[in-house]
């Protein structure tokens, strides 16, 4: 039943505005009665049912029921997202062991364990492809997998520093996998043009991860998140590109086709008359069954021969692995590829592989194998003490070490010449009895200091290696290492800088590490030693002057520790073609 309310214009308001509740069910029936002095309006009021308890228990239920399925569906993203996070985090820590462990290599400059593809794996790794402006590519890997795996393990703890939120840490991943898999596209386009044929088994790894990485940030920000922020990767993808292009715009370009090579098979005969004790080593090293594989085009294979003479080169077990020239897509044969060869020349004796040239001496040191050979008319006992002899005096002539000067403290000054050392002909033992002998003695009753002339010094040539520094540290008296002051470390490079910052201080301590004192020009040498007191080679101060035409990169020490880049050495070719870089074209020196 409708009826009308006369309701006054304050009144109207107020119900307007407030509606009270009512308890029970009612039907309003009843005429309001208002003072004449005020307008009434007439409204039609229809009957209203109200329930307390009916709709409102129907509410809530429904929004329990709602509530489940929202709190199941949060707990579930949650863990996808830890898994996510999880996944990222040990991706990247596979990236780490990897670049580390070449970056390992690098500074250190030990060859590669290929797994695959043999050796050529190396000719990738050291090739000048393997910088960035001067810094090792997997140093730079193993900083963006560091920071990809640290990341995702602070996401997954939920605590990130800097007060980042998830989202925006989320962006980061994205934004460094996108560097990182921009980088590896980049890198897989240099291996297949520039190193046609060569296989690189950590290349392909470390570009799996990455693009392993690239793909989950984008499934984990999602398609919408990813298109509002497209442009930034673009940019970052280009950026990257235009780096390393930067970076490789002036390195020599090897051809891209290798139609033009056709090298028939050829002898060079071999002048040098052999010597009593070429001829015995030859003979001793054919009757262990000691090989020595080559390539006819080899000049350092050539140079090894002449070291044995005509007569002795005729005696060893010589395996020539291209016997019918070489051309586009020639392989070695078997028994070479069998050996798993680095290079050229490669001796295998005992079981041992040796690349490179060696002299006749060191053959015969390894040859061996702890027996009494007759080498002549000469033993090996009496041949040993001839070398140590000869080594020696080899020291001597060099004058490498030489106690000389003082610096402005009053202290005595050994001054090294890295360049000088004979590190392909010096064995360790010789020169810890050099050291015993000659210069210890004069160092342990007084302070003094190490001027250590970095310049010119070549890794292949001058680098004792990692094993031997640690051996040599070691057999120093404590009294001279007590004694030693301060190590003037003068045109230090990049590679020394970051391998004595990591490795040295695993191998000789923080104790001489903190003593070092990095000096990349001569004149700041001066601010220590006094001038007049210490000689210093000319050919230092030539590459002091060299460095003034690279101020900015001798300052932060990014010129290069070899003056002369690693040059593998290939088949002769016309002269208006450059020759390739490819693994069954190496030579090694």
Not at 231 to 243: D, E, P, Y
Not at 518 to 526: A, E, K
Request: charged share 20%; hydrophobic share 40%.
């Amino acid at each position: 039943m409708a009826s009308f309310v006369g309701l006054s214009a304050s009144q109207s308001q107020f119900l307007y505005r407030f509606s009270l509740p009512i308890s029970s069910p009612a039907f309003i029936s009843s005429s309001v009665h208002l003072k004449k002095q005020a307008p009434v309006r007439r409204l039609l009021v229809l009957p209203i049912k109200c329930s307390s308890s009916g709709p409102s228990q129907d509410t809530e239920s429904e929004a329990e029921t709602t509530s489940v399925p929202s709190s199941s569906s949060f707990s579930s993203s949650l863990a996808s997202s830890n898994s996510t996070y999880n996944w990222r985090a040990g991706i990247g820590a596979v990236g780490i062991i990897e670049t580390a462990y070449l970056t390992y290599l690098k500074l250190s400059g030990s060859d590669a364990f290929c797994p695959l593809g043999g050796g050529s794996c190396g000719d990738v790794l050291n090739s000048d492809y393997a910088f960035v402006f001067g810094v090792p590519l997997p140093l730079l890997g193993l900083i963006a997998y560091g920071f990809v795996t640290t990341l995702s393990l602070q996401l997954s703890a939920k605590n990130l520093p800097f007060g980042i939120n998830e989202t925006t840490g989320r962006l980061l991943l994205l934004g460094s996998s996108t560097s990182m898999a921009t980088a590896s596209a980049y890198f897989l386009y240099i291996l297949s043009t520039k190193f046609a044929g060569t296989s690189c088994s950590y290349c392909l790894a470390s570009a799996l991860l990455s693009f392993s990485l690239f793909f989950i940030s984008l499934k984990d920000v999602g398609l919408q998140e990813v298109q509002k922020v497209v442009g930034l990767q673009v940019c970052i993808a280009s950026l990257v590109f235009a780096t390393l292009s930067t970076s490789y715009s002036k390195l020599p370009s090897a051809p891209s086709s290798q139609a033009n090579i056709d090298l028939p098979y050829f002898t060079t005969e071999i002048t040098k008359e052999s010597s009593p004790f070429a001829l015995s080593l030859a003979r001793h090293l054919h009757s262990i069954g000691a090989k020595m594989y080559g390539a006819f085009w080899c000049s350092h294979c050539l140079e090894q021969k002449e070291m044995f003479g005509r007569e002795a080169a005729k005696l060893l077990d010589y395996i020539e692995c291209f016997p019918d020239g070489y051309k586009t897509g020639t392989k070695m044969i078997k028994a070479c590829a069998d050996a798993n060869l680095e290079g050229f020349p490669t001796w295998v004796i005992n079981g041992q592989v040796l690349s490179g040239e060696m002299e006749l001496e060191k053959l015969a040191e390894i040859s061996k194998d702890g027996k009494s050979v007759s080498l002549g008319h000469v033993g090996f006992d009496l041949y040993n003490k001839c070398r140590k002899h000869k080594e020696s005096d080899l020291l001597h002539k060099l004058d490498i070490f030489k106690i000389q000067g003082k610096d402005k403290r009053g202290h005595k000054i050994l001054r090294i010449t890295g360049k000088s050392f004979p590190a392909r002909f010096l064995s360790v033992d010789v020169l810890k009895e050099y050291l015993d002998e000659y210069i210890f003695p004069r160092l342990s009753k007084k302070p003094f200091s190490v001027l250590y002339m970095h310049t010119g010094v070549q890794r292949t040539d001058n680098f004792p290696g990692i094993s031997a520094l640690r051996s040599i540290y070691d057999a120093i008296p404590v009294t001279v290492k007590d004694n030693l002051q301060s190590v003037y470390f003068l045109h230090p490079g990049l590679q020394s800088r970051l391998f004595l910052a990591t490795f040295g201080r695993l191998f000789f301590g923080d104790g001489l590490y903190g003593k070092l004192r990095y000096l990349s020009r001569v004149d700041y040498l001066w601010e220590h030693v006094r001038r007049n007191e210490i000689e210093v080679p000319d050919f230092v101060y030539d590459h002091d002057e060299d460095l003034e035409y690279r101020p900015m990169m001798m300052e932060y020490g990014l010129d290069s520790d070899d003056p002369h880049p690693r040059v593998y050495a290939a088949p002769a070719v016309a002269v208006d073609s450059p020759s390739a870089s490819i693994y069954s074209m190496r030579c090694i020196s």
